[in-house]
């Protein structure tokens, strides 16, 4: 399920320059979903091709696979005013078009706060559950679900960069 073109769910219809749509392997089981367009995607309509996605990118190749090997998304379709995070609302409006895309992954990876929240419904620190499996419900069905820290955090904490990195050597095994 794919958001009108001309979709007026909630009010970040009124700054987009395009709806970010998925990108990636459509057929993947594994689906990343991060938190929101970022300037650059917003311009060109695919997720994480910003500073975010290079590093992502780079992260992915490092572990041995690549975006064309899995489905990457967000929380929500348009960027927030000045890259702030989504509101609980604005993912509620397009929670139905994220389902849809999730509904036959069999592993999730949320990508920063703002996904983990609207996927988990989780609310502390990141650094609790990144790389701790569980498991989320969509449409009925229990999916495994993975949290990772953001891309962008990754630039200003080493940490975060090792714990990302694992992500990745996760999602490759998985792959294989």
């Not at 979709?7 to 700054?15: A, M, S, V």
């Not at 990108?23 to 689906?31: H, V």
């Not at 998304?73 to 849809?100: A, I, Q, Y």
């Amino acid at each position: 399920m794919r958001p009108d073109p001309d979709c007026r769910l909630c009010d970040l219809c009124e700054g987009r320059t395009n709806i970010v749509l998925p990108d990636g392997d459509p057929d993947s089981k594994i689906i990343f979903v991060g938190e929101a367009p970022g300037e650059t995607e917003d311009l060109q309509g695919k997720p994480f091709v910003g500073k975010s996605g290079k590093i992502l990118t780079a992260m992915m190749e490092e572990a041995g696979f690549s975006r064309k090997d899995v489905l990457i998304t967000n929380t929500v379709k348009c960027r927030p005013p000045g890259n702030r995070d989504p509101t609980d609302e604005e993912m509620d409006s397009c929670r139905r078009f994220l389902c849809s895309e999730l509904e036959n992954a069999s592993l999730v990876v949320g990508l920063g706060k703002s996904a983990c929240r609207s996927l988990t419904g989780y609310q502390g620190s990141m650094g609790r559950i990144v790389n701790k499996r569980t498991l989320i419900f969509i449409n009925g069905k229990k999916i495994p679900f993975l949290p990772a820290y953001h891309p962008a955090s990754t630039i200003y904490n080493r940490k975060y960069r090792e714990d990302l990195a694992e992500t990745m050597r996760i999602v490759a095994e998985e792959l294989k």
